[in-house]
């Protein structure tokens, strides 16, 4: 069984153009969820957010996290996610300039069995948990991720969050970061486009002043997308 991850609310606010695009259900940006939903229902369902996979096993809504010290105090509920369960999907009006952020507070929640992913990593690849993304030109029916968030554990026995600007694990670049398990974090995630030099920046409980501070992490190696309409709760694999 996967390590689990409670994520409590995506915030999303942007500097960019909006255009229309074919989703039903659109949120406008900027946009706030706090998971207000019912305790012990799917997150599918609910506040528009829909399926991408075939899984019926579904995100459950549990109680919500507690904010790091001097961040404003956190409201609503958390979703509780893990390996092979549903992907939560939820659209937002299209962007395809200036930079888009999203942000949420996560908790790493001690696994159990020997398949525990922190168990039996660093033979079994990082795991991506949460990302932005854009319809697929080839596949419709899928997502091209974008300003992807991952976590592994070292061999030194630390875990740590990483970035890519598309989805390819070999494209990561990781944070030094220690993630305490059972610790509450802020993650903060931008992609700002460009046709030539696209970035993705993350950090980790920023100060909040209304100055960008410096990033823990940026980067511009992977595929360049050209447009983001969709936040994509990622849950991976069991074997993970």
């Known amino acids: 069984m996967k390590t689990k991850l409670l994520l409590i609310c995506s915030v999303l606010f942007i500097q960019a153009l909006a255009f229309a695009q074919p989703a039903t259900n659109v949120s406008t940006l900027p946009y706030y969820d706090n998971f207000a939903y019912t305790l012990g229902q799917s997150l599918i369902g609910q506040g528009n957010w829909t399926n991408a996979t075939t899984s019926t096993v579904d995100d459950i809504i549990v109680a ?38 999203y942000s949420f507070l996560v908790k790493i929640n001690p696994g ?75 993650v903060v995630v931008s992609n700002t486009f460009d046709s030539s030099t696209p970035t993705a920046k993350l950090w980790i409980n920023p100060v909040i002043n209304g100055t960008e501070p410096a990033s823990l992490l940026t980067t511009s190696t992977g595929t360049n997308r050209t447009n983001l309409d969709r936040v994509y709760i990622r849950q991976d694999t069991n074997a993970k």
Do not use: H
């Open 64 to 101: 919500g996290l507690t904010s790091p010290s001097g961040l404003q105090a956190a409201t609503g509920n958390a979703v509780n996610i893990s390996g092979g369960n549903s992907d939560p999907i939820k659209y937002f009006t299209e962007q395809t300039s200036g930079t888009v952020y």
């Open 112 to 186: 159990s069995g020997t398949n525990n992913f922190y168990d039996t990593f660093p033979t079994a690849t990082p795991g991506q948990f949460i990302s932005l993304g854009q319809q697929s030109n080839t596949t419709p029916a899928n997502t091209n991720y974008g300003a992807c968030v991952f976590s592994r554990m070292t061999a030194a026995g630390n875990i740590n969050f990483g970035l890519v600007l598309d989805s390819n694990v070999g494209n990561v670049v990781w944070d030094t970061t220690t993630i305490v398990v059972g610790t509450t974090y802020m």
